[in-house]
C-alpha cells in the first residue's frame, strides 16, 4: 500500500449522517432498479392479455347480435313464403291464366286476402303480387317501388331480399317469393315488404350503458358498404371513414377488431345474409377496467417500495452512526444487528411457511372444486344419456303403437276378407240354391229369398269395403297415387263433397312404409274433414320438391282452435307419431271460419 507524502493533508474523516445517506441512496437506487424491472417483465405482458380479453368480450357481443340479426332475416323471409302458401288465391291466380276471370275480378278477390295476411304481421307494410310476366296483378298496403323489384329463378323455392328502402317515411326490406302452381310452375312473385323497426328497437339497440357505444348494419351497393340503419344515429363524422371499413371487412365475409383514434370497432358478417355487422365501444370505457388492475398493482408495488425505504432508513440511522465508534462498540453492535436479522429471518421463514400451508390448502380447495366439477359433469353426462335413452324408448314404443296398430287392422282385414266374407258368399249361394228349389206355387217365398240374397250381396260389398279401408290393396300393387285417388273416390261418394286431387312427379316404387303414412294421414285428414268440418271443397295435394313429398289437406270448412283441440285426440296424435318415426313433419293451420290445412312432408 503507498504511503502519502508527508506533506498531505490528512484525509476528512466521513460522519456517520454521511456515511447514512450514501447507504440509503445506494440501497433505494438498487430497490427501485429491481422494482421497474419487475414491473416492465409482469405489467406489460398483462396488459396486452387483459386488452385482448376485453376486445373478445365486444367481439363476441357483435357475434351475437348478428346470429339475433340473422334470425330476424329468416323469420322476414318465412313471412314471405306463408304468404305464398294461401292454396285459394294461387287457385284463382290460375283461372286467371286459362282465361276464365279476368285480373281486375283476381285483383278484387285477391285484395282483401292479402290485408289479412298484413295484419298478421305487424311487421308486414305492403305486399305486391306480379304475373310470371313481371306485371303487377294485386297489391295491398303501401306501393312498393319498381327499383325494389326481385325475380327468384324459376324452379325450386329460393326468395330474393332487395337492400333496404323507405317506404312511407319506414325503412323496410323488400323479400320476393316465388308462387307455384299445382305442376310446380311458376304463377306469379310475391312482393313482401317487411318493417325494420322491432329489428332496430329490440335487436341493434348497443348493449350497456357506454352512450358513445354505435351498432350498424350495411349492405352492399353498387360495390360499396352503405350503412342503412345505425343505433343511435347518426354516426359521428370523425368515426364514419373506421366504420365504413369495418363494414366492408364485414360484407367481405371476415370477422375482427379494428381500432380509430378512441375507438374499438367490433365487425362480423350477418350468417346467410349478404349484410354486415359493425359494433363501437369507447376504447376508454371498454380498457377502464383493465387501467384500474394495472394502477392498482403498480400502486401496490409503490407501497412496498416505499415501506423498504422507511424500513431500512429506520434501521440504517443507528447503524451507520455506531460503525465509526471503537471495535468493540462496532462488534457489539454487529452481533446485536446480527441477532435482529435472524430473528427477522425467522419471522420471515415462519410467514413464508404459512403462505406455503394457504398456497397448499389453495390448491386442496381447487382439486376439491375440480373433482366436484368433473362429478357434476358426469351426473349430467348420464342424465343427458338418460334423457336420449328416454327418447329412443319412446320412439320404440311409438314404433310398436303404430305397428300393432296395423297389424290389427290386417287382421281384421283378413278376417272380413277370409272368414266372414266366406261365410256370407256360401250364405247368398246357399239362398240362391234354395231360390232354384222352390216348386211351382212358392212365388212369395222366391220373393223374400232373392231379397235375403241382395242383403247378403249388400252386406258383402260392405265387408268388402271396410276390408279396403283397414288394408288398401292398392297400395302394394299399385302405389301412393293410385290408393289415394280410390280413396278420395269412395270418401266423394259417401259424403258428396266436391274433392280436387292434384299429384305430380310422385314415384310409383315410392317407400312402402312412406306411402302407409301418408296414406293413413289422408284419411285421417279427410276422416275428420267430413265429420267435423260442415265442408263444401276439400283440395288435396301430393306434390315432389328436390328430395322430399309433400301431402297437403286443405277444406274450407268451419275450422277450429288449435289450442282448444284436446291433447289426448288419437287422430292428431297418431298422425304426428308417423312423421317422427320417419323423420318427417307434420303441421297444421285452422282458425274458426276459415278452414283447416294440415300438411305432412317426409324425404324420398
Known sequence: MPLAPPDAAPRAALSPGRLGRRLFLYFAATLLALAVGVALATIIPLRERLARSEQAGLAHVAETKALAVGEWFRHAEDLARQITSRTQIRNVLEEVYAGRISREEFAAYARPRLLDAMKRSGDVVGITRLSRDGEPVASSG?????????????????VLVS????????????????????????????????????????????????????????????????????????????????????????????AGILSAADTVIAYTPVADTDWGLALTADSRRLYAPVQAELAAMLASTAGVYALCLVGFGILLRPLAGRILLEARELAAVVADKTRQLTEELAAREQAEKALQEARDGLERRVE?????????????????????????????????????????????????????????????????????????????CRAQLAAASEKVDQVLGEIKAMARGLRPDTLDYFGLVPSLAALIDEQRAASGLDFHFFHNEIPADF????????????????????????????????????????????????????????????????????????????????????????????AL
Not at 142 to 158: D, F, L, Q, T
Not at 410 to 436: E, F, V, W
Request: glycine content about 8%.
Open 368 to 444: 376439491e372444486r375440480t373433482r366436484r366439477l368433473a362429478e357434476a359433469n358426469a351426473e349430467l353426462l348420464a342424465l343427458h344419456e338418460r334423457l336420449e335413452g328416454e327418447v329412443e324408448e319412446r320412439k320404440a314404443l311409438s314404433r310398436e303403437l303404430i305397428n300393432l296398430l296395423e297389424g290389427v287392422r290386417l287382421d281384421i282385414s283378413r278376417d272380413l276378407h277370409d272368414h266372414t266374407g266366406q261365410l256370407l258368399t256360401t250364405l247368398r249361394l246357399s239362398l240362391n240354391a234354395a231360390q232354384r228349389e222352390l216348386p211351382p206355387g212358392g212365388e212369395g
Open 163 to 254: 337492400p333496404p328502402v323507405r317506404l312511407a317515411g319506414r325503412l323496410c326490406v323488400v323479400v320476393a317469393a316465388p308462387v307455384n302452381g299445382r305442376d310446380g310452375r311458376r304463377l306469379a312473385t310475391d312482393l313482401v315488404a317487411v318493417d325494420t323497426a322491432q329489428l332496430g328497437e329490440k335487436i341493434l339497440r348497443p348493449p350497456g350503458g357506454d352512450a358513445t357505444a354505435r351498432l350498424a348494419l350495411a349492405a352492399r351497393e353498387d360495390g360499396a358498404a352503405r350503412a342503412f340503419l345505425a343505433e343511435p344515429e347518426p354516426v359521428p363524422a370523425a368515426l364514419a371513414p373506421a366504420m365504413d371499413q369495418a363494414l366492408s371487412r364485414a360484407l367481405d365475409g371476415k
Open 142 to 158: 303501401e306501393p312498393i317501388p319498381p327499383s325494389a323489384w326481385r325475380m327468384p329463378p324459376v324452379g325450386g323455392g329460393k
Open 511 to 602: 317407400d312402402r312404409e312412406k306411402a302407409l303414412a301418408l296414406y293413413r294421414i289422408a284419411q285421417e285428414a279427410l276422416s275428420n274433414t267430413i265429420r267435423h268440418a260442415h265442408a263444401a271443397n276439400v283440395h288435396v295435394s301430393l306434390v315432389r320438391r328436390d328430395d322430399r313429398i309433400t301431402l297437403s289437406v286443405e277444406d274450407d270448412g268451419a275450422g277450429f282452435v288449435p289450442a282448444a283441440r284436446p291433447v289426448t285426440s288419437l287422430g292428431l296424435t297418431l298422425m304426428r307419431e308417423r312423421m317422427l318415426q320417419l323423420g318427417g313433419t307434420l303441421a297444421m293451420e285452422s282458425a274458426p271460419g276459415r278452414g283447416t290445412h294440415i300438411a305432412a312432408e317426409v
